[in-house]
């Protein structure tokens, strides 16, 4: 028998069968892992089996490479916390799925689990976008935002190629800043304002880079986008 103890996020449930799930946990150690638990719905676990939640599981399987089964207990209940906060909400939901959609089982990712963790103890719009954009770098994608990529220059950056992911100073892109995406300030400078056009700035950046990379072949979560309508439409920062 095959056992693993760890910790982890809950970034996926599927029903199966008259009362069970499939579990994916983005773990601390052992990067995601699926298991079955035959009692989704019973008084005992209504507040533990939840997307986004923290939990200690242990798993165990005959084989590796099989299935294997969850027993989970709860160390903090993200979506409880958030459950009448429709944007906060929307965000841990985002993180799963993106989660969920981007990385293969077991792949090792102790470094942005943690990452992870930080951001659902800290939500809001600013902090997501930066979280995307190490998505990206975890998944091989990474943007350089240091300097320009025409000069060299490390000054007035406002530009981001969309072709290499690397940023432009103003004067080097204004001749071209119809095809160039926008750099947010926030994104490159502490202890700086920014409002709903900086988000919007922020989620077009982090979402045209997820879509050429890693959805190129598939829908974006749908969740990112009523997220995305949540932020600018009603004009709320959090």
Not at 107 to 124: I, Q, R, S
Not at 148 to 165: E, I, M, N, Q, R
Not at 218 to 223: D, G, Q
Request: aromatic letters at 10%; hydrophobic letters at 40%.
């Amino acid at each position: 028998m095959i056992k693993i103890e760890d910790e982890g996020i809950i970034i996926n449930i599927r029903s199966c069968g008259e009362n069970g799930a499939v579990i994916s946990v983005l773990s601390e150690n052992n990067g995601i892992v699926n298991g079955y638990i035959s009692k989704l719905s019973n008084r005992k676990n209504n507040n533990l089996y939840h997307i986004s939640n923290h939990v200690k599981f242990s798993w165990q399987s005959r084989l590796e490479e099989n299935l294997g089964s969850f027993s989970m207990s709860l160390i903090k209940g993200y979506a409880s916390i958030h459950i009448l906060d429709k944007i906060k909400s929307a965000m841990l939901m985002s993180v799963a799925s993106l989660i969920y959609l981007s990385f293969k089982e077991r792949e090792p990712l102790n470094n942005f689990y943690h990452t992870t963790l930080a951001l659902f103890d800290d939500l809001n719009a600013k902090n997501y976008i930066f979280w995307e954009l190490i998505l990206l770098e975890y998944s091989g994608f990474g943007l350089d935002l240091t300097k320009c990529a025409a000069t060299g220059a490390v000054d007035d950056l406002c530009f981001v190629s969309p072709k290499t992911g690397r940023a432009v100073s103003k004067e080097a892109g204004i001749p071209y800043k119809d095809v160039l995406l926008l750099l947010p300030k926030f994104l490159i400078c502490d202890n700086v304002d920014f409002d709903v056009n900086d988000i919007k700035e922020g989620l077009n950046l982090s979402g045209y880079f997820l879509k050429k990379h890693i959805f190129n072949q598939r829908n974006m979560p749908y969740i990112r986008s009523i997220l995305e309508d949540y932020l600018l439409n009603e004009k709320i920062i959090v």
